[in-house]
């Protein structure tokens, strides 16, 4: 993965039959991938219908749709650009669509305390574990862990049998020799929170992975704390929704407690979106990514390739079912023009050798020497001309009675 090559092949694929310009012709796709912006729209759509699909990811969707246009419609109504009458009609359906965004809000807010409840014992436990390992090793004065939120599991072997047993089962192989100085039930009790509360939140990483190194403590307990608190706030607000008339309500009591529920859960998604980021290996995800993108360029490639070898298979066999009435048509058409040439060829002999044989007997003219006669004297003979005729060096006219000279005497 460089800077001129972008495509990354996949563990479990081979690309050693594939020539140069294959290859390259997959790296400039991925190429256009990464740098296509219709590309990254097509995939992220591709994502979210995969993620609507789920019964979960549909009842999301669906919950902030409602929140969306309920909220809109009573920003408008709030701020008089929709009109909806008099007064005490306007407040009336202000305060409807207050009860009814206060009840989307409820499901979440109200709905979700008590997996928020056992998700702040669990985090309980893991903080206290947590800090017990870093007091202990503290007054240990063991060496300093290499990720201050990446515990270690391995317990510490103590007895030179149980560890000669345990050395001939398998090898340890540890990050620079760390082990654990926690019991033997603290230390599963400790992984017993941690696995829980991975659980329920997927964005908790008590270990390095593949992807992520280890959350950090800290924002963990910031993240249950302000959830903790929305789930108060939407309890207040609530009981000051639906317990007190809107007539005598005070604005100002629903809007502040509103303010700060939105707030702090807000603040939460920001953390966590946080220590994502903190915690990400960039290097390892932008691979992966790359990858998953090869495979695709490689899926659209092979189909093309497919595609234009059925059509060439599809053109041979309509050649082939054409060609027996075509090889007739041509052949006769061949045959037709050998007889053609044969007889122009055996034409243009006889043709020259008759003109050869004419030229041979015919007498030449003398252009110079010979003109036409006048009218009067046709049919007269030219004694002038007897002598030339006579002195011919092919001898046809060297009789004078054959020139037409009369005999003397």
Same mark, same amino acid.
């Given at each position: ?89 306007? @407040?009336?359906?202000? @305060? ?19 997996? &928020? ?25 063991? /060496? ?19 560890? %000669? ?18 019991? /033997? ?24 992975? %593949? ?49 700060? +529920? ?17 915690? &990400? ?28 070898? %059925? ?9 082939? %079912? ?24 055996? @034409? ?6 008759? +003109? ?43 009789? /004078? ?5 009369? /005999?003397?005497?």
């Amino acid at each position: 993965m460089t800077e001129r090559f972008y495509a990354v092949r996949p563990s479990d694929t081979s690309l050693a039959e594939w020539s140069d310009e294959d290859l390259a012709e997959l790296n400039d796709h991925v190429r256009h991938m990464l740098h296509s912006k219709r590309s990254a729209f097509k995939r992220s759509m591709k994502a979210f219908g995969q993620y609507v699909r789920r019964p979960l990811g549909f009842a999301v969707t669906l919950y902030a749709f409602l929140i969306t246009v309920f909220g809109f419609a009573w920003v408008l109504f709030l701020i008089g650009w929709v009109y909806l009458g008099d007064e005490e009609r306007r @407040d009336y359906i202000i @305060d409807v669509i207050d009860n009814v965004l206060v009840a989307l809000f409820a499901i979440v807010g109200d709905g979700m305390i008590p997996w &928020r409840l056992v998700d702040t014992y669990h985090m309980c436990f893991i903080a206290r574990y947590y800090h017990l390992t870093w007091k202990l090793r503290n007054k240990m004065r063991a /060496p300093d862990l290499k990720d201050h939120n990446d515990l270690p599991t391995e317990p510490v072997i103590s007895g030179r049998d149980e560890q %000669e047993d345990l050395e001939a089962q398998r090898r340890i192989h540890t990050k620079e020799e760390e082990y654990s100085v926690l019991t /033997p039930q603290q230390q599963a009790k400790l992984e017993h929170h941690q696995a829980c509360f991975s659980k329920s939140h997927t964005f908790y990483k008590p270990h390095e992975t %593949e992807t992520h190194f280890a959350f950090p403590l800290r924002l963990l307990v910031a993240i249950v704390v302000l959830l903790d608190c929305h789930s108060c706030f939407q309890l207040a607000l609530g009981f000051s929704t639906w317990l007190i008339d809107y007539h005598v309500r005070p604005a100002a009591l629903t809007s502040t407690i509103l303010c700060c +529920s939105i707030a702090v859960n807000i603040t939460a998604g920001v953390l966590i979106s946080i220590g994502d980021r903190r915690t &990400r290996k960039k290097d390892v995800v932008e691979r992966m990514f790359r990858q998953e993108l090869t495979q695709e360029a490689i899926r659209r490639i092979q189909a093309r390739k497919e595609k234009e070898e %059925e059509e060439q298979r599809n053109k041979l066999e309509n050649i082939e %079912e054409e060609s027996p009435g075509k090889s007739r048509g041509a052949s006769f058409d061949i045959d037709r023009l050998k007889q053609n040439f044969m007889h122009k060829n055996s @034409d243009d002999g006889s043709r020259n050798r008759s +003109s050869k044989s004419l030229d041979i007997a015919r007498k030449p003219k003398k252009s110079n020497e010979i003109s036409r006669k006048p009218v009067n004297r046709v049919g007269m003979f030219d004694t002038s001309l007897s002598g030339g005729l006579a002195e011919e060096e092919d001898g046809y006219f060297s009789d /004078p009675k054959l020139a037409g000279t009369p /005999p003397k005497g």
